[in-house]
């Protein structure tokens, strides 16, 4: 079955650096395009940053762009998140996202496959 494991998550102070990565399994990863979402406690779901399935585009979110950068392997079956200058704002569970042939949706209902997430705790 198709499985998304997110890792990289952890406490780190305010204007650090984190890199998030996506390992996926059970799927044709070459065909989908991968998402990232975060959610904040009693917030919704945000749409944070995407890459297509060759990784020639990409898309952010307005609170993350000149700060975050989205990646992938195709070869490795790996997507990920660098995040740079982080704020306490940031603090989240992140979670990765598949779009079989997707257009980069900004919504959670366009990805049909999701991870558990991994938290990240900025201190400020």
């Known amino acids: 079955q198709v499985q998304l494991v997110e890792s990289g998550g952890g406490l780190v102070q305010a204007g650090d650096s984190l890199r998030l990565s996506c390992a996926a399994s059970?799927?044709?990863?070459?065909?989908?395009?991968m998402g990232w979402f975060r959610q904040a406690p009693e917030k919704e779901r945000e749409f944070v940053a995407s890459i297509d399935w060759s990784g020639a585009w990409t898309n952010y979110g307005d609170a993350v762009k000149g700060r975050f950068t989205i990646s992938r392997d195709n070869a490795g079956s790996t997507v990920w998140l660098q995040m740079n200058s982080l704020k306490s704002d940031d603090t989240a569970v992140y979670y990765c996202?598949?779009?079989?042939w997707g257009n980069g949706g900004v919504t959670p209902g366009d990805y049909g496959y999701w991870g558990q997430g991994t938290q990240v705790t900025v201190s400020s």
């Open positions: 996202a598949a779009d079989l």
């Open positions: 059970g799927l044709t990863f070459s065909r989908y395009t």
